[in-house]
C-alpha cells in the first residue's frame, strides 16, 4: 500500500525492514524455538550493526548519537520495528527511553543533556518514567496526582508512590513527575524532576507481574513500583521548567501514542501475515483454510482496518508538527489499540494450537497488545476527549424543524 511517505522516510523504512527480515526476526525465531534468551551481549551486538547501517536511534539528533529522522519520517521505521518482539529494543528505539530521550532533548538542560541524554542514547544508563500511581492517584484522571516535591533551600524533597514505571526495575535516573506548587491546579503546578536510583530513600518494591510479562531477553524491562520517601535531589533536576510537567508529558505523550500506534500496527501486520501462510498450507474439510469464504473476509476487513489506521496516524503526525493535535492523537490512538487487538485476536484463532503456543510470535503479541487499550490512555479517556470536542460547537439550527410536543397539551397546561 502506498502512503506518500518523503522518500527519506521510505528509503531508512525500508533498509530497517532488512535488517528485521535478516538479521532481527531470524534470532527471534530461533530463541521461541529453542526456549533460549537472547542476551544483553547479543542486543548490543545489534546496537553496532543498526550503527554500522546508520539505524541507531532514528528519533534522536545526530549530535547525540542518533539518526535525526523527523517525527513523520521515523514513523514507517517504527512500523517496520513493530514486526518483531524485539526490533524496537535492536534499533535503540524501545518504550520508555525513546520518550524519555525525547524529553530531554525537547526541554533539558545543556547539562542534562551532555551528562544524561547523551549517555542513555549509546545504552550506557536507562531510565524510567514514573507518572501513573495506585488508587486514589494519579491515572486515567492525572488531576488526581499524589505525590510531591517540596523545595528546601535549593533542594527538591519529595514523596511519591509511582507503578508502572518502565524500565523501573534497573533504571539509572527517573522522570518522576510531582507536583511542586500545591495551591495550583495539578495542570498548572505539577514538574517533572530527575531523580538517581541511588539517592537515599528511593525504594524499588517490585516488578509488577502483568499480563504480556515475560519476554525473550535476558533484559529485566517490564513496569517497577517505586516509592521515593523523604528524597533529596538538586533543584537543577527540574526537567524542563518548573510547574509545567503537565505540558511536557502532553508533549511526550502525543508523539509516544503515534509511535505505539505504528509499532502495533507493524506487529499486527507480521501476525496477519503468519496466520495468512498458515491459511494457506492447512487444510481441513476438504480444502486449505484460505479457500474458506468467512476466513477471506475476516482477513479482508482486517487489512482494511489496518490501512485506515495507518492513514489517521499520518494524518495526525502531519497535525502535530503544526499544533498539539489533541483530538487527531485521541481518535488514533485509540482507533488503532482497538484495531491491532482484533487483527492479532483474528490471527492466533486462525492459527488454532499454533496460535496459543508459543513455537511462532503471535501469543506474545497477543499479550503485549492487550495493554495498549491501557497504556498511554485508556479508550475511555481517549473517548471522553474526543466526545467533549465533539459537543463543542452543536448548531441547534439543524433540528429548529424537529416536531415538538404540543405545549397545550401538556399535563400542567390542562390544568389551569
Known sequence: MEYHDSEKATEVAGRVEAFMDDVVIPREREALATGEQITMDEIHDFWEQAKERDLFAPQVPEEYGGQGLDFSDMLPSFEQVGRSLIGALAIRANAPQEGNM????????EQQKEEILRPLVQGEITTGFAMTEPKQGGGSDPKMLQSTAVKDGDEWVINAHKWWTSDGLDADYYLAMVRTDLDAHPYSGTSIILVPSDADGVEVVRNIPHVGGHGITERTGGHAEVKFNNVRVPVENTVGEENEGFQIAQ?????????????????????????????AEREAFGTTLEEKQALRHRIADAETRLHAARCMVRHAARELDRSDARIEVAMSKMFTANVTNETIDLALQCLGGNGIGKDLPIAHFYENVRAFRIVDGADEVHRRSIARWAFEDVDEAEVENALQFDEDLRIDALDE
Open 102 to 109: 525525547h524529553t530531554l532533548e525537547m526541554v533539558g538542560s
Open 251 to 279: 508533549m511526550r505523550l502525543g508523539g509516544g501514542r503515534l509511535t505505539h500506534c505504528m509499532r502495533y500496527s507493524g506487529m499486527a501486520e507480521r501476525s496477519l501475515e503468519i496466520a495468512k501462510a498458515y491459511l
